[in-house]
């Protein structure tokens, strides 16, 4: 089943090691931006174990793709 396609970054559910990066893309205002990345990459959706394994193996991505530096991510913390 494919959930992703109706709920945004900010309802997801995450666990484990995925949740830290859900909370980073949030506190940093990129939802929306995530939101459309990931509808650009995955039109079909995707279900909760792929989105949360991309957040939780792929966090480096993600952010690569955001637009995020090294030096924001180091202002965050």
Same mark, same amino acid.
């Given at each position: 089943?494919?959930?992703?396609?109706?709920?945004?970054? $900010?309802?997801?559910?995450?666990?484990?090691?995925?949740?830290? /990066?859900?909370?980073?893309?949030?506190? &940093?205002?990129?939802?929306?931006?995530? !939101?459309?990345?990931? $509808? !650009?990459?995955?039109?079909?959706?995707?279900?909760? /174990?792929?989105?949360?394994? &991309? &957040?939780?193996? @792929?966090?480096?991505?993600?952010?690569?793709? &955001?637009?995020? /530096?090294?030096? $924001?991510? !180091? @202002? @965050? @913390?």
């Amino acid at each position: 089943m494919k959930v992703y396609k109706e709920q945004g970054i $900010e309802n997801f559910q995450a666990w484990e090691g995925a949740i830290n /990066t859900q909370e980073r893309i949030v506190k &940093l205002g990129l939802a929306d931006q995530f !939101d459309f990345l990931i $509808e !650009d990459l995955y039109p079909d959706g995707l279900s909760s /174990t792929e989105l949360n394994d &991309l &957040l939780w193996f @792929e966090p480096e991505w993600i952010f690569e793709c &955001l637009g995020v /530096t090294e030096d $924001e991510e !180091d @202002e @965050e @913390e």
